[in-house]
């Protein structure tokens, strides 16, 4: 079995502040971790993913996340934020080699200007 | 590539009609998968492909929905009668196989508003 949760439906961050959503999962099996992000009125983009090696994934746009298994998670953060970053960002996990992937409840970052 | 295609973008119809949206992969991708994304209940995979041929269909709410996948190019997500509890957002997703499995790459969605 596998899931996600996403803490925080709704995070809001002045824009140059530091971005920093929050993400644990759960899996009986290695995991592949993704963060995805959707703008309004669009289909999710890949932000970035875990599969193996380097526990420190660089993704576009700036964002990065660390994969901690101690944890159990996969926060995902940017040093600065931009408005352009105002979306809803989605945190998924992939049980080994299963196709499946379970995505998280989201979370909306807001931006103030 | 122009990625993957949905249409329509938007849709309105009376309860108990037919509904039939439709879902243009990337070209050769061999997975395909179906989405749906409420406020209520966040984003479920409905059923998904590989190699046209359905894998897990476990997430399909009931039998009023169907999917089918008749060629590599072309998918369609069926709702037969539709129910004002349907609308939601449907997406529509592909990824290749072997080593690039993980990333999905997702259509613009279909806003389904069932009065």
């Given at each position: 079995a596998q899931s996600v949760t996403q803490l925080g439906s709704h995070v809001s961050v002045s824009e140059g502040a530091l971005v920093l959503l929050r993400c644990n999962y759960s899996s009986s099996v290695p995991p592949y971790l993704f963060w995805y992000v959707q703008y309004p009125n669009q289909g999710?983009?890949?932000?970035?993913?875990?599969?193996?090696?380097?526990?420190?994934?660089?993704?576009?746009?700036?964002?990065e996340a660390e994969f901690k298994k101690s944890e159990t998670s996969f926060h995902l953060t940017k040093p600065s934020a931009h408005m352009s970053d105002a979306a809803?960002?989605?945190?998924?996990?992939?049980?080994?080699?299963y196709q499946k992937v379970t995505f998280g409840t989201g979370t909306k970052l807001q931006v103030i200007p | 590539d122009a990625g993957v295609i949905q249409s329509p973008r938007h849709e309105?119809?009376?309860?108990?009609?037919?509904?039939?949206?439709?879902?243009?992969?990337i070209s050769g991708h061999d997975y395909l998968f179906w989405y749906r994304q409420t406020m209520m209940r966040g984003l479920e995979l409905l059923i998904y492909f590989n190699n046209n041929?359905?894998?897990?269909?476990?997430?399909?709410?009931?039998?009023r929905f169907s999917a089918k996948m008749p060629n590599a190019s072309f998918s369609t997500l069926k709702i037969?009668?539709?129910?004002?509890?349907?609308?939601?957002?449907?997406?529509?997703?592909?990824?290749?196989?072997?080593?690039?499995?993980d990333t999905q790459y997702f259509g613009p969605g279909t806003r389904l508003t069932v009065l």
């Amino acid at each position: 079995a596998q899931s996600v949760t996403q803490l925080g439906s709704h995070v809001s961050v002045s824009e140059g502040a530091l971005v920093l959503l929050r993400c644990n999962y759960s899996s009986s099996v290695p995991p592949y971790l993704f963060w995805y992000v959707q703008y309004p009125n669009q289909g999710l983009q890949l932000l970035l993913k875990y599969t193996t090696g380097a526990t420190l994934v660089k993704g576009i746009n700036g964002f990065e996340a660390e994969f901690k298994k101690s944890e159990t998670s996969f926060h995902l953060t940017k040093p600065s934020a931009h408005m352009s970053d105002a979306a809803e960002y989605f945190c998924a996990v992939r049980a080994g080699g299963y196709q499946k992937v379970t995505f998280g409840t989201g979370t909306k970052l807001q931006v103030i200007p | 590539d122009a990625g993957v295609i949905q249409s329509p973008r938007h849709e309105v119809t009376e309860m108990g009609q037919e509904v039939t949206l439709r879902c243009k992969p990337i070209s050769g991708h061999d997975y395909l998968f179906w989405y749906r994304q409420t406020m209520m209940r966040g984003l479920e995979l409905l059923i998904y492909f590989n190699n046209n041929v359905p894998i897990d269909d476990s997430g399909m709410p009931e039998d009023r929905f169907s999917a089918k996948m008749p060629n590599a190019s072309f998918s369609t997500l069926k709702i037969q009668p539709s129910e004002p509890r349907d609308s939601a957002v449907y997406f529509c997703a592909s990824s290749l196989r072997l080593t690039s499995l993980d990333t999905q790459y997702f259509g613009p969605g279909t806003r389904l508003t069932v009065l």
